[in-house]
C-alpha cells in the first residue's frame, strides 16, 4: 500500500511538471508581446530593447504595430525591419535621452553625418560658446547663440548621404560680433564636409574657408581631418587635425586635439586637449570642455 501512494505521488508529480513545461513552452512559441512601462512608440529618443521568443536581443527603436507585425528600427540602420508579433517576447526601455543616430553625429565637430529626425539640442562649449541647435529633420541643422565676449553665433548644417557608408555635407558657423570697435564685424567658416564610415567609427575630411568683413583681416582656408569611435554606448574617442593658411601664403598653423565623451542620459560631457603649432603655436596644451543636453 505504501509503495503505490509513492508511485501515485511521484507519477503526479511528473503530470504536473510536464504540464507546467508545456505551459512555458507553449507561451513561449505564441509570444505574448509585452510592451515595458516608459516605452513609448515611435519616439526616437528612446532606446528599446527587443527579446525575441529565441532570446535574441536587438537594440533599436520600436516604431508601431501595424496588425501582427511589430516595426522596430535596429541600431545603426535607417530602415525600418517588420517583426511578427508572435515572435517577439518583449520590448523593453534600454536607455532614456539620445537617440542612437546623434549620439556621435559631431555636435562639436566637423562632420556630414545624418542628425536626428526632429528635436533640438542646448550647447555649451568651454563655456563661452552657448547655442541652441534644432534639427529639422535628418538632413538639416540650424543654430542660434552667443559667444562671449564677441557677439551673436549662428550655424547651419545641410548633410546628404549617398550611401549608408558615404555622406556628404556643407556647414557654416559664424560670428557677429557686437563690440563697438570691431565695426559689427561677421567672421565664420564654411566648410565642405565627406565622412566615411557611421557612428561606430567615421573617418571625416573638410576643406574651409574663413571669412571676415573686417577691412585688417585677411581671408583664409583650410583642411581637416578627423577620426572617431564608438567604444561603448556611453563612450566616444574623437582626434581631429586642421591646417589653416593664409590666401597670400604668409602664415600657416596646425591645431591637433584629442577628446572623448560620454553620454549620461540626455547630458552629454566632452573633455580633451588641443594645442597650435606655426603661427597658432601655443605654450602648452590648452583644455577642450563641454557639454550639451538634448530635448
Given at each position: 500500500?505504501?509503495?503505490?501512494?509513492?508511485?501515485?505521488?511521484?507519477?503526479?508529480?511528473?503530470?504536473?511538471?510536464?504540464?507546467?513545461?508545456?505551459?512555458?513552452?507553449?507561451?513561449?512559441?505564441?509570444?505574448?508581446?509585452?510592451?515595458?512601462?516608459?516605452?513609448v512608440l515611435g519616439d526616437t529618443t528612446q532606446v528599446h530593447v527587443l527579446t525575441t521568443n529565441s532570446q535574441e536581443r536587438i537594440i533599436g527603436s520600436a516604431m508601431d504595430i501595424d496588425g501582427d507585425k511589430l516595426l522596430f528600427i535596429p541600431r545603426y540602420a535607417e530602415e525600418v525591419v517588420e517583426?511578427?508579433?508572435?515572435?517577439?517576447?518583449?520590448?523593453?526601455?534600454?536607455?532614456?535621452?539620445?537617440s542612437d543616430n546623434n549620439l556621435s553625429d559631431g555636435t562639436y565637430l566637423y562632420t556630414a553625418l545624418p542628425g536626428a529626425n526632429r528635436g533640438g539640442r542646448y550647447r555649451n562649449v568651454s563655456v563661452l560658446g552657448s547655442l541652441a541647435e534644432f534639427?529639422?529633420?535628418?538632413?538639416?541643422?540650424?543654430?542660434?547663440?552667443?559667444?562671449?565676449?564677441?557677439?551673436?553665433?549662428?550655424?547651419q548644417r545641410i548633410r546628404a548621404s549617398l550611401s549608408p557608408g558615404l555622406h556628404v555635407g556643407l556647414s557654416n558657423q559664424s560670428v557677429w560680433s557686437l563690440r563697438q570697435f570691431d565695426d559689427n564685424e561677421l567672421a565664420g567658416d564654411l566648410a565642405g564636409l565627406v565622412?566615411?564610415?557611421d557612428n561606430r567609427l567615421f573617418l571625416?575630411?573638410?576643406?574651409?574657408?574663413?571669412?571676415?568683413?573686417?577691412?585688417?583681416?585677411?581671408?583664409?582656408?583650410?583642411?581637416?581631418?578627423?577620426?572617431?569611435?564608438?567604444?561603448?554606448?556611453?563612450?566616444?574617442?574623437?582626434?581631429?587635425?586642421?591646417?589653416?593658411?593664409?590666401?597670400?601664403?604668409?602664415?600657416?598653423?596646425?591645431?591637433?586635439?584629442?577628446?572623448?565623451?560620454?553620454?549620461?542620459?540626455?547630458?552629454?560631457?566632452?573633455?580633451?586637449?588641443?594645442?597650435?603649432?606655426?603661427?597658432?603655436?601655443?605654450?602648452?596644451?590648452?583644455?577642450?570642455?563641454?557639454?550639451?543636453?538634448?530635448?
Amino acid at each position: 500500500m505504501f509503495m503505490s501512494l509513492k508511485q501515485l505521488f511521484l507519477r503526479a508529480s511528473l503530470l504536473i511538471m510536464a504540464l507546467f513545461m508545456s505551459s512555458v513552452f507553449l507561451g513561449a512559441q505564441s509570444g505574448g508581446l509585452s510592451i515595458g512601462k516608459g516605452v513609448v512608440l515611435g519616439d526616437t529618443t528612446q532606446v528599446h530593447v527587443l527579446t525575441t521568443n529565441s532570446q535574441e536581443r536587438i537594440i533599436g527603436s520600436a516604431m508601431d504595430i501595424d496588425g501582427d507585425k511589430l516595426l522596430f528600427i535596429p541600431r545603426y540602420a535607417e530602415e525600418v525591419v517588420e517583426f511578427p508579433t508572435a515572435e517577439v517576447r518583449s520590448v523593453r526601455l534600454f536607455q532614456v535621452g539620445y537617440s542612437d543616430n546623434n549620439l556621435s553625429d559631431g555636435t562639436y565637430l566637423y562632420t556630414a553625418l545624418p542628425g536626428a529626425n526632429r528635436g533640438g539640442r542646448y550647447r555649451n562649449v568651454s563655456v563661452l560658446g552657448s547655442l541652441a541647435e534644432f534639427d529639422l529633420n535628418k538632413n538639416v541643422r540650424l543654430g542660434v547663440g552667443f559667444l562671449l565676449p564677441v557677439g551673436i553665433a549662428v550655424s547651419q548644417r545641410i548633410r546628404a548621404s549617398l550611401s549608408p557608408g558615404l555622406h556628404v555635407g556643407l556647414s557654416n558657423q559664424s560670428v557677429w560680433s557686437l563690440r563697438q570697435f570691431d565695426d559689427n564685424e561677421l567672421a565664420g567658416d564654411l566648410a565642405g564636409l565627406v565622412t566615411l564610415g557611421d557612428n561606430r567609427l567615421f573617418l571625416s575630411m573638410g576643406y574651409h574657408f574663413f571669412y571676415s568683413t573686417s577691412f585688417f583681416s585677411e581671408d583664409s582656408r583650410g583642411v581637416s581631418m578627423m577620426v572617431g569611435g564608438q567604444i561603448s554606448d556611453q563612450w566616444h574617442l574623437y582626434s581631429e587635425w586642421m591646417y589653416t593658411e593664409t590666401r597670400s601664403f604668409r602664415g600657416s598653423g596646425l591645431i591637433p586635439s584629442f577628446s572623448a565623451s560620454c553620454s549620461l542620459n540626455r547630458w552629454r560631457i566632452r573633455f580633451g586637449v588641443f594645442w597650435g603649432y606655426g603661427e597658432l603655436v601655443t605654450d602648452s596644451p590648452l583644455p577642450i570642455v563641454g557639454a550639451d543636453y538634448r530635448w
